[in-house]
């Protein structure tokens, strides 16, 4: 067996273990699972493509850095798209989710954010049209770094990308006052709120960390893969796998998790075919909810 | 004016198989409120059980056993009964979300299972040659689109009357009860696993039924009819009608799909053939915010229960006469 598995279910584990700390975390603060989730990474994705075209506009061509096949327009689009992707996670809890989670069953913010789920993903098709777009079209020479082993540069600098937003996201949601709060109101939200939590920052905290990392994972999508209005819903099964396998709650158990079936889904397209990738998170979902439904790192719900 | 009525007896027939899911979805959701978000799944399951069981022999094909019509369907609501159960048993002792994931996971599953197992499903292209119970009288369309709608107005009235019933019957009572205060209806000794798992394989197999309706009046499948769309509009009907409501199930049912074929209608008369795409998912995108609007405005459902107040502590009594319509 080619060892190449390895980078490759690396590279799709951070996509899915980013876009799985968002899952999680509207999963244990905001107590529902948001099936809107892929599509935040959708929109994040289109906005970035529609500010790089917007940048190459107005300074024209701009030469890529050195290796890599994006330049400095890239990285300032994502930083806007992220941000474009958070006000939107934002506005549609001020819309919908934050009336819905009032509800006395939860359950109804779930349909709601799968009825949005749907509204915004056919918005996209609507605006782009459901043909497939790229970033690039430059053709990476991959390297070989031994073992049967090559990697691009675009797939280092988006692991160290990822490495640096996970330890950062760690640090902010373990070493900061925000942090705690966040923590305190995942564990007892009514204990919290007595405790004097500012609740709606703690929210909005929620919102802006899920959405933004959606967006730079639909990015890195966008950059290896393709951009398509669909590219979010293909990930939200991996997506919410990841979560669950990780123990709810956890961002060190989301990212795991995802990497996990992202060197799963690669095992799989080597020994059985490309063909049946989704069917991986499926597996590892029912195992997980059969053996141990906690997950990795999960607590026990008191 | 014949080709209207051809035309009206299509469009019902279509609408009537629509309700026949909404119904199995009422059962899950609307009595024993169970979220299934990969019913299209179910829907393919029946559909595909169905038609291998009775197209005929084709060497490219496993299946393919010439069965009679009856024993497709009845192969179909078993296969689908079945499938739901053992999604409930997996998940039904987690929490909610659980199954909404897993059901999702189901319909993601079977749709590869449709487009990559060619042996048995024919992959992209289907299966076709589906045998129609009026397959004689296809010369005449109007005689053929009838007798169409009226058995499946035979077959919905039928899953009508018995849901109605089951909704009576003392084992819907437990459901209910399950559904507005689990401790009180555990406290009384019933297992809320036992019954949640029962409620959520019937509604399976009514689902499966449903799609085996339609792949024998259609007498074609292909992966690409059960895609997501299809559960979301099916959610669309249970909420317009009202969620609870056998009869509601129904009327959103052709409610919705009466706006649906319109808005469609609409969009080919409005757009040109190359923009048609486009628009088509501008009318999901309505129909999408529609949901949420609904969802907000009237949680039970235009034409549902109004929301229950709080008489004594949280919720108020469930009366028998609440059943029903």
Known sequence: ??????????????????????????????????????????????????????????????????????????????IVGAAFTALLALLLDKVLFSRLRKQEQAIIAVMGSFGASMALRSLLEFIFTSRPTYFSRAIQIAMPVGFGIRITPDQIALLILTAALVLGVHLLTTRTQTGRSMQAMSQNPALARIAGIDVASVVRVTWVIGAALACVAGVMIGVLVQIRPLMGFDMLLPMFAAAILGGIGSIPGAVLGGLIIGLAEAGAVQLIGAEWRAAVSFIILMAVLIVRPIGLFGVRER | MIDLVGYGAFFLTTALIFSLITLGLNLQWGLTGLFNVGLAGFVAIGAYTSALLTTPDDPARLGGLGLPIVIGWLGAMFVGGVAAALTGIATLRLRSDYLAITTFGVAVVVQLVALNAQKLTGGPFGIGFIPRPFGGLAETPLLFNLSNLAIVSAVTLAAFLALERLTRSPWGRVLKALREDERAAISLGKSARFYRVQAFAVGGAIMALAGALQAHFIGFIAPDNYLSILTFQVWVMLIVGGSGSNAGAIAGSVLVWAIWAGSGALTSVLFAPEQQARAASLQIVAIGVMLCVILLARPNGIFGERPRRALFGKRTKVTASESGS
């Open chain 1, 1 to 78: 067996m080619n060892l190449q598995f390895v980078v490759d279910g690396l590279l799709t584990g951070s996509m899915i273990g980013l876009g799985a700390i968002g899952v999680t975390l509207t999963y244990s603060i905001l107590r529902f699972s948001n099936f809107a989730h892929g599509d935040f990474m959708a929109w994040g994705t289109y906005a970035t493509l529609a500010v790089v075209g917007a940048i190459a506009a107005m300074f024209g061509k701009v030469a890529p850095i050195a290796p890599l096949s994006f330049g400095w327009p890239l990285i300032v689009a994502l």
